[in-house]
DNA sequence: AATCTTTTCGGGAACGTTGCCATTAATGTA
DNA sequence: TACATTAATGGCAACGTTCCCGAAAAGATT
């Protein structure tokens, strides 16, 4: 890959680089006839600037970092989208990571971030994070950081995520109010900030409706498919088995109701069920599986937003760091409901 | 973000640049006790060069361009999963773009390509495009180039596919090996490679049955619901209309086994279906879908294997290339058989 | 006519790094 | 002792760009 640069201009047309660089500028100060002469140079010969020593010139990228847990979940494929969105009007570059989940992949992304000197870092924490050092290290030394989804206390920063509480209490209310008793919640990864939120919306339901919690009906999985039936078989095994799941995530919704296939236990007959997912096809599943539909392109086009947002008024220090909560919506399908068949 | 340079290190241990350069690097020129201490320095103010000022100096950006019409697409996704991870063992970054399946963002996308200097790109083609000067003119200057899965015979390089071909015919030939006498086809862009060779498959399927081809039968359609809608009440208006539906992607069979339940037409009583997609909840649908499923996670690998390997061999010209067709497997599930309900 | 402004341009440094070509001092060789 | 060799380091240019500063020429102001 050849590129002309200025120059090679400027030895074409016989002009000095600072001329050259201001004519293509549009500087004022620059006869109109030799701006002419080297606007259509840089035309004719297809120049581009080179955003490297522009970068190297400027002390920053023109690119962000994104590091999520897996870029093959559509939940943050399509916060990706909206996050691609948002760069690519700015101008700006996304380099993905994906930290597979784990911390030490995690970290070591933050490594290459901080290498690779990005402008920003748009994160969602893997499921084993539970010490944000090396999140806290960038943002001290000034990194502009936005978190999404997976958030974190312990860093003082903007972050976006939906409404975790709201959503997972309207599930479980409307199970309650479609007569269920023995509701279990199955979350994800204890240390992830969505599990706490949707664990504390579950009981903030229970309570209201004076139901007891059963801590044998609350149980934390992972995303195996394996771990999905243990937990299953857990719940099953008890003397008195649950009548609904609500399940606190896209996948775990789609490996209880193909257990549940698996061990004939009927949906919603025997059991409801009602996930927290953004699945498009989660109204062609068979039964349709209610769900708790949460925004992800939303989420990426805000987070984004958020990030430009401190890229660009990095100076100005006196910050007010806010999380911002988008909404959810409890969609009612036939997962959860034992009417008719079509909608 | 404040980084500490060769420079300051230079400054702090009074030597010079070059000196402290090399010590890094490790030369056998440098005096030991000269080499610790510098190194010992490094590490304590956590010494990270400076990546761009590399690019400049050895004008390559470690950096690849990957260009899909959508992320938000599973096959796309898992796909990128695939070459993040292979460019990750490389230490390559992944810059990411999306086409929409516009012609105009994808000409755009590859100017950013370039103008950003990224050592090599990935393409699949967007269904709009069917002039790929674009994609020459940066081949003929030089840029490493990998066609996946959307590819165009008009570029010389490497290309890796699924064999849609065999996939398609297999897919077909199992639909009239199960009985069906009028199987419809119900391709995506006219333009786009995968869809001309899958419909080659399906022809070739009806010739080899000696099944005669029914021009109404074969259907190109695009990803909208509504487009669907339309060419699903277009197979029905036919005097006889198909008793089954072989639909060349994921989304496509999506919309179809949707439209079908909202007409109220069963699936598999009244007409079979199958897919060629490689979604994980296939099997969770109503009915569970058959489908011929593509390797995208290999694809993404391989393609991002081939386009190191050319990188790193750019000099060594006489170049042969290959397109390299990736296995399919058909899966036969409840869409496409009237058999029983559980597998 | 002498000075002050504009206009228009060139020179050079800087961003961080590497690599070539000195340079110095110490050591080895005759 | 004189010269060649080696070890260890410094100086400087270069990658492509911008920006500050200066300079020459032309024009404007007294």
């Known amino acids: 890959m050849e590129h002309i640069t200025i120059k090679d201009i400027a030895k074409a047309l016989n002009l000095s680089t600072s001329t050259v660089s201001r004519a293509l500028r549009g500087s004022h100060e620059i006869n109109p006839d030799t701006k002419r002469s080297v606007m259509e140079y840089a035309e004719k010969f297809n120049y581009q600037p080179n955003p490297i020593a522009l970068s190297l010139k400027e002390n920053k990228s023109r690119s962000i970092g994104v590091i999520v847990p897996e870029i093959d979940n559509p939940f943050f494929s399509q916060a990706i989208n909206g996050i691609e969105d948002i760069a690519y009007n700015k101008g700006y570059q996304v380099v993905i990571f994906q930290s597979h989940e784990s911390y030490e992949r995690e970290v070591i992304n933050t490594q290459h971030i901080t290498s690779r000197r990005v402008d920003g870092l748009l994160i969602s924490l893997s499921g084993q994070t539970t010490n944000v050092e090396h999140l806290k290290n960038l943002h001290d030394k000034g990194l502009p950081i936005v978190l999404f989804d997976r958030i974190s206390d312990e860093i003082d920063t903007h972050k976006v995520i939906s409404d975790n509480f709201e959503g997972s209490f309207n599930g479980?209310?409307?199970?309650?109010?479609t007569g269920r008793k023995r509701i279990a919640h199955?979350?994800?990864?204890?240390?992830?900030?969505?599990?706490?939120?949707r664990v504390k919306g579950y009981l903030a339901a229970l309570a209201k409706h004076n139901i007891p919690v059963d801590e044998s009906l609350l149980k934390y999985c992972n995303y195996g498919l394996q771990d999905i039936e243990f937990v299953i078989d857990q719940l099953f095994s008890n003397e008195t088995p649950p009548d609904a799941i609500f399940t606190a995530s896209d996948r775990l919704a789609l490996g209880c109701l193909s257990t549940l296939k698996k061990r004939n236990i009927k949906v919603p007959e025997d059991i409801a069920l009602i996930g927290f997912t953004n699945l498009k096809v989660a109204a062609l599943l068979a039964p349709s599986l209610s769900t708790i539909v949460q925004p992800a392109l939303d989420m990426g086009k805000r987070s984004a937003e958020l990030l430009f947002d401190l890229i660009e008024n990095t100076s100005k220090l006196p910050k007010s760091y806010r999380t911002f909560k988008l909404y959810t919506e409890l969609i009612v399908r036939n997962s959860s409901v034992m009417k008719s068949d079509e909608e």
Chains 1, 2 share one sequence.
């Open 172 to 177: 479980t209310e409307h199970l309650i109010k």
């Open 186 to 197: 199955i979350a994800a990864s204890p240390h992830l900030s969505i599990s706490k939120e």
